[in-house]
Each structure stands twice: as structure tokens, then as C-alpha cells.
């Protein structure tokens, strides 16, 4: 059994590439397996960033500069705030905005796209246009030998009548103002020398936003996936 720390292994970028490669294929091979899509996007959404890892390791090396990764061999990945950095880095790379949101995430809160709905709740119930954004957060936790992915969504509106009547089981947050926690996923990856084993550890989510029982309305996963799979088109590294 591995010890509880330690330190990271520097490794070059031609065997930082073919590692993530390796892990790349694997996960998403399981990831393909999966019929229940949307009790896995906190793992598609870590393999958007495991490209955009190899797209900033590619463009921060080359013309005599070398800067080496470093590897975590507790989880058999980057280092996670290393691999969390230049993830969110590569949105200084790419020109799609949906997806620079997406990777910027793995370092804080950030807007992913916005929308607008009609809605007559409130005080006067009148019909009227309620502009929100959707907000996400993932973190990177290690545990034991495998990873934590877990996925924070909000909606945030200037309209509090909106989230009191829609949202109004999760209270506002302390951290983005004028917003409702709507969504809370975690994966459980696990990267060994046979492949990689994705585990769902569970759903917290508004009603509004996910309904088991009537999934054929839950539209939020496809938007949300569809950012994702964007990146396939984008990173040609």
C-alpha cells in the first residue's frame, strides 16, 4: 500500500503525452460503455481536461524549452493542482468560448452559458423574461489510490422571485451571490495497470434541473456533454 504523500515524479513531456494518452483511451472507452450519460459527467468533463492538459503541455514546451510534469503515482495522473492549472490554462489557447469556460472551471466558478426563460412567478405572477447563467466548479480530490471528480452546477439570476419559486430547496450561496446550488456529482476513477474503472457516487440535484422520472425532459446533460465533446473537434495535438 502506498504511503499518504508522495512526492510528485518530474517526467518529461514526450512520457507525459504518452501517459495521458494511454489514459485518455481508457477512460473514455468506459466512458462509451456507459448507457446512463448523465451520472458520468463529472468523468466526461475530466477527460476535457486531461486534453487540454496535453494541449498545454505541447504549446508551454518546444524550441529548446523543456518544462517537466508532475506525476502523481498515488492516482497514476498528473498532479492534480498541476493538471487542474493547465487545464484551465489551455482556455488561453482555444477560441471556443463554452469550452474555455468548461476547462476554467477546474480552477474556480465560472459561467458556462446563459439563457432565458418566460416565467409569471413572484408577487405580481406576471409573465415576463428571467435572464440566468449557469455556473460551474470541479474538483480534483485524491482518495486512496484512485480520484474524486466532483461537480458543482449553479443557476445565478438577478431575479430572486426566479430562484426562490424554482430553486428554492438549496439555499443561496456564500460563495457566488445571487445563486442556487442545483447540481452536485462525483465520479470515482480509478487509474491502475489493467485500465480505468469509472464508479458514480451520486446525484444531488434540483428537480427543476433533473427529474428521474421524467428524464426525457432533462436537457441540462445534453448541452453540458455536447460542450464537452467539442473539445475532441478542437484539440488536434
Known amino acids: 500500500m502506498l504511503p499518504d504523500f508522495i512526492p510528485p515524479k518530474l517526467i518529461w ?10 489514459v485518455k483511451e481508457a ?9 446512463d450519460v448523465f451520472k ?14 496535453t494541449k498545454t503541455l505541447n504549446r508551454l514546451n518546444g524550441s529548446g524549452l523543456e518544462i ?3 506525476w502523481d503515482e ?18 488561453d489557447f482555444i477560441s471556443v468560448k463554452n469550452l474555455r469556460s468548461l476547462l476554467s472551471s477546474f480552477e474556480g466558478w465560472v459561467l458556462i452559458w446563459e439563457e432565458k426563460v418566460e416565467c409569471g412567478c413572484g408577487a405580481t405572477e406576471k409573465l415576463r423574461e428571467v435572464a440566468y447563467g449557469v ?13 474524486l471528480v466532483k461537480q458543482f452546477i449553479r443557476i445565478r439570476s438577478e431575479d430572486k422571485s426566479y430562484l426562490e419559486k424554482h430553486y428554492s430547496e438549496y439555499k443561496p450561496s456564500k460563495v457566488l451571490e445571487r445563486s442556487n446550488l442545483v447540481w452536485t456529482s462525483v465520479n470515482k476513477i480509478t487509474v491502475s495497470g489493467s485500465g480505468v474503472k469509472i464508479e458514480d457516487l451520486g446525484i444531488t440535484a434540483a428537480k427543476r434541473v433533473y427529474d ?14 455536447m460542450i464537452i465533446k467539442s473539445a475532441e473537434e478542437v484539440f488536434d495535438d
Open 68 to 70: 517537466p510534469l508532475p
Open 40 to 53: 458520468f459527467l463529472p468523468s466526461w468533463a475530466f477527460y476535457a481536461a486531461l486534453l487540454g492538459e
Open 135 to 147: 455556473w460551474a466548479n470541479h474538483g480534483l480530490i485524491p482518495d486512496g489510490g484512485s480520484l
Open 212 to 225: 428521474p422520472e421524467n428524464f426525457d425532459k432533462f436537457v441540462f446533460w445534453k448541452k453540458f456533454l
Open 74 to 91: 498515488r492516482v497514476n495522473l498528473p498532479s492534480l493542482p498541476t493538471l487542474g492549472a493547465d487545464a484551465a490554462k489551455c482556455a
Open 13 to 22: 513531456r514526450e512520457e507525459a503525452v504518452k501517459r495521458i494518452a494511454a
Open 27 to 35: 477512460l473514455k472507452a468506459e466512458l462509451e460503455k456507459e448507457r
